[in-house]
């Protein structure tokens, strides 16, 4: 990305973290137990985005378990000096838990590692390219969404409320979409035919996604340019009939489509909770 485009990022954050500071100047905040928070990250983020995430998610959450699932990459030297720095970062924070990868792992397999970790009834799941504000914090805590159990904010799952009651029902996210995209679609449908509904969306303000692109990312390649990566997209399709008309035994999902597991694809039990 252009040199003017990292200075326009840079510029957009500071205003957006004074707005914040200033409304945090006005606003008591009491936080409560329900929930802690979950972030997942990688080596490209870190400096961009990552270390100012973290400085405001202390100031704005210095009550909440963070947990920080760190993927691996694959350029293994890279990857063995990017841990070592963010290790001794996320040490100065009594509240931080790290979970480290040297290897790339999927999402669902670090989303599934931040709710085992989870030290409450619902974790608050976020992507690393974010600016939030306090403002955020009283919107999240009195719209309503901590009564979900799958939840997403301003219609994205870079930043979503999960429940463990909603894991124990439903599962786990499938780990067997190996990289990014479609893990969420498929835990969707499986929560429907468990009899929830698709996840409503609360609109909230006091965050910010950047959507930043890079060239590459842990997996080597540009997600942002395609809905699915290859690998994910092929699973699927592989383990899912999906079409845009009802069809015996299909249940209504995400994407106004109509969904059926094939024979021998259910999902599997990966860890107890």
Known sequence: MAVIDLVKIQLEKAIYRLKGILYSSETN??????????????????????????????????????????????????QERYLKKIKEFNDKFENVISIFYKEPQSLSKLWNQIILKANAKR?????????????????????????????????????????????????????????????????CVRACIKGYSLPKSYTLSGIKNFSYKHSNNSYGVDMDEVRYSNLNNIFLNEKWEIKDNYFEGSVYGRSCKYWKLKKGMETHEYYGI
């Open 123 to 187: 974790v608050l799941i976020l992507n690393d390219d974010l600016a939030i504000t306090p403002e955020f914090r009283k919107n999240f805590e009195n719209c309503g969404i901590l009564n979900e159990n799958l939840a997403m904010i301003n219609n994205s799952f870079s930043h979503f409320i999960i429940s463990k009651k909603i894991i124990r029902d439903v599962g786990w996210f499938d780990e067997r979409f190996k990289e990014i995209g479609g893990e969420d679609d498929d835990f």
């Open 29 to 78: 905040i009491n936080g409560n137990n329900e929930y802690c928070i979950g972030i997942t990250t990688f080596v490209k983020r870190y400096n961009i985005f990552y270390k100012n995430l973290i400085k405001l998610i202390i100031f704005i959450f210095p009550d909440k378990k963070i947990i920080v699932a760190v993927n691996g990459d694959l350029d293994v030297k890279k």
